[in-house]
């Protein structure tokens, strides 16, 4: 339904000149939970306002629903915004808040309180609907914003990092909420956060940025398991990498004690290997095996983070559940033999890291 | 038991309330409430031959206020003058108001809305007539409008009039001079209300399918509107009282009420008049101060 082609921004111009977004291409299908997840300043609320209408691009197409809005002002597209601070009008109730929309289109009274009321019983909060927005806590201003934005069904929600201001219980309370309520109204979410958990937990598809592109768009699994590239596998999760070399359909690791067979082109790779898929203990067929000096042990409840020096100065990292293994399966300052299942490694590209 | 213990400890906090407070209270007795009393007494008497008062009780002050008798018969009329110069400065002051509205407002949105370097030039250049005497900018303003004044020595040079406009010492020339010199007590209230502005809001109802005019109307205009009454107000009251502007403005054509108080005290030698028409004065500032905090008060009760 929103199809996004070779869309750039640039702010500035001549020497001074900043390019935000480089562009970019992809498209969004109906009632998909669709998130821009990268670190701080790689360009997502640059591409939010875009789709906003709120900075026109230096260049590239928006098509929704097979027409071009690129240059088509805020207020005539169906697209609205839930902003970071909210931006709840603080002179209006909550009612009159949700029903500004409405109120700027013209609507009748009737059916703007109609609406109002079946917005404030969505997101539960129909017992406020005559306060001042100046006197509601932050996540009550947040479903505010929210039911403001979904009044007048707009064809696609976009929400700049909505969770941001709240705290981790309430946040994750809100993840909940937010997912429900997509859910139930079958709406499109174009959703912006640099919180990778947040991503991998609500979404359909992310889409991952750094430095104004795209790096890989992907289901979360798919990007967890199979990352495009470094940046991705250690933006998304935690994540061990090594160096090595492919020869002759042999992954070569200079700390492995064997190589193992890879279907790879010859030359250097970044191999990577994700904590909880590395295994204490030698000897798993068709797994590289080092030795590794234990350097620390951090307990952390469900599980025990195992950091460990390889022979040439690595570390490496192990996550084992607490459950399985007991704590004297290895102890701090011990050597011990380790096995990294090769069905575990993906080889990327090496880049200059 | 526990209860007078409690009292004892309420009328100790009152009393030490009151002992904090009294150094104010005594200066706003001795510099608001006493001579306000003076002007109240003085209002009452009857004038004395050469200026001053007779300390005899008479309302003659508060009856010429609004009403004169004919010299030969006595009978009672209103006092056309009197009535004149009320309206006028009522209406002036109005009319001042509305014209540094509709030139402040556009003003100190366009300081608020340049980047934050800039602002602190404009709001200089707003300001730099405060440090000016009133005298030397109300003349300047003559200097522009006389009849051989700047405006119309430029409109002669180009040959579009062929004798000067009159301008000065009239309605006009008094509404010109008192909007240039009470411009920037509006511009500065409106311009901190616009840039308290939180512009994302407008943002979000430009997103919400308001047009821009809805916009201004439905979230700008209610949010800087404090600001706006604090500027009318500022404006308006001096307005009110303004002597130098019509003074030098108006000549002896066009009188404003603080003229009309001076020349009571002064040439009139009727003080009691004065003091009254003084005390009219106040209760025309008092019922626009009331109508503010009416609509302020009201708004921030609410909020
Ligand atoms: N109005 C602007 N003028 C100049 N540069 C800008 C402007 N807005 C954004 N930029 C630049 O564009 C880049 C992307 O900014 P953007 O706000 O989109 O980042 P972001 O991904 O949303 O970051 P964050 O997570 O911190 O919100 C940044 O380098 C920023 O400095
Ligand atoms: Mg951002």
Redesign the interface.
């Known amino acids: 339904m929103l199809d996004i082609r070779n869309l750039s921004k640039r702010f500035g111009r001549g020497e001074s000149a900043v390019t935000a977004l480089h562009e970019v291409s992809f498209s969004i299908k109906e009632g998909e939970f669709f998130t821009l997840l990268g670190p701080s300043g790689c360009g997502k609320t640059t591409l939010l306002r875009m789709i906003?209408?709120?900075e026109p691009p230096s260049g590239g197409a928006l098509v929704l629903d097979g027409q071009d809005i690129a240059h088509t002002?805020?207020?005539?597209r169906p697209?609205?915004?839930v902003?970071q601070?909210y931006?709840?009008?603080?002179?209006m109730t909550v009612a009159e808040n949700v029903g500004?929309?409405l109120?700027?289109?013209g609507k009748r009274q009737a059916e703007i309180d109609e609406t109002v009321g079946r917005m404030l019983d969505l997101v539960q909060l129909g017992h406020l609907a005559h306060r001042?927005s100046?006197e509601l806590s932050g996540g009550q201003q947040q479903r505010v914003a929210l039911a403001?934005?979904l009044a007048?069904k707009p064809r696609i929600l976009l929400l700049d990092e909505p969770l941001s201001a709240l705290d981790m219980k309430l946040r994750k309370e809100m993840q909940v909420e937010l997912k429900r309520l997509q859910r139930e109204t079958g709406l499109t979410f174009i959703f912006v956060t640099h919180d990778q958990e947040e991503a991998l937990t609500m979404s359909d598809r992310i889409a991952v940025m750094s430095g104004g592109r795209f790096q890989q768009i992907a289901e979360p699994r798919d990007l967890y398991d199979q990352p495009a590239n470094r940046f991705v596998a250690g933006f998304i999760g935690e994540t061990n990498f090594l160096d090595g070399r492919c020869e002759g359909g042999q992954l070569i690791l200079p700390e492995a004690e064997a190589p193992v067979p890879a279907a790879h082109d010859d030359g250097p790779v970044t191999v990577m290997v994700r904590p909880e898929r590395v295994v204490l203990g030698a000897a798993q067929p068709g797994a590289l095996v080092l030795q590794a000096k234990v350097e620390q042990l951090v307990y952390f409840g469900t599980d025990t983070h195992v950091h460990m020096a390889l022979a040439n100065g690595n570390t490496l990292v192990a996550r084992v559940q607490n459950a399985d293994q007991s704590d004297a399966a290895c102890r701090e300052g011990e050597t011990i033999p380790v096995s990294l299942p090769g069905g575990a490694l993906r080889l990327l590209p090496q880049e200059a890291a | 038991m526990g209860r007078s213990s409690e009292d004892h400890a309420r009328v100790a906090d009152t009393r030490r309330r009151w002992a904090l407070a009294s150094p104010a209270l005594a200066i706003i007795t001795l510099f608001s409430i006493l001579p306000l009393l003076v002007v109240v007494v003085y209002s009452f008497l009857s004038p004395g031959d050469f200026g001053g008062v007779h300390w005899k009780l008479s309302f003659e002050g508060w009856f010429s206020v609004l009403f004169e008798r004919d010299i030969f018969d006595d009978t009672v009329s209103l006092s056309d003058a009197h009535l004149t110069i009320l309206t006028r400065s009522v209406v002036l002051s109005l009319a001042t108001t509305v014209i540094t509205l509709f030139l402040g407002v556009p003003t100190a949105w366009f300081i608020a809305t340049r980047p934050q370097k800039q602002r602190a030039f404009w709001l200089l250049l707003i300001t730099i007539p405060f440090w000016t005497n009133l005298l030397v900018r109300t003349i300047a303003v003559q200097e522009m409008i006389r009849s051989d004044g700047v405006f119309n020595r430029i409109m002669l040079g180009l040959g579009l009039i062929d004798e000067p406009i009159q301008m000065m010492f009239t309605n006009f020339a008094l509404l010109v001079g008192m909007a240039y010199v009470f411009l920037p007590l509006m511009v500065l209230p409106v311009y901190s209300a616009i840039e308290r502005f939180d512009f994302r809001l407008a943002e979000a109802g430009y997103d919400l399918y308001a047009s821009r005019l809805y916009c201004l109307r439905r979230v700008i205009l209610p949010m800087v509107r404090p600001g706006v009454i604090a500027g009318s107000i500022l404006v308006f009251i001096p307005s009110l009282g303004a002597y130098v502007t019509p003074r030098i403005m108006g000549g002896g054509k066009s009188m404003m009420l603080g003229n009309l108080i001076e020349m009571q005290f002064g040439q009139g030698r009727n003080w009691p008049l004065g003091a009254a028409l003084s005390l009219t004065l106040t209760a025309l500032v008092l019922v626009a101060l009331i109508w503010y905090s009416r609509l302020t008060g009201g708004g921030s009760r609410r909020d």
Request: charged share 10%.
């Open positions: 906003a209408g709120f002002p805020p207020n005539r697209v609205n915004t902003f601070n931006a709840l009008f603080p002179h500004f929309a109120g700027a289109l001042k100046g403001r934005a007048p």
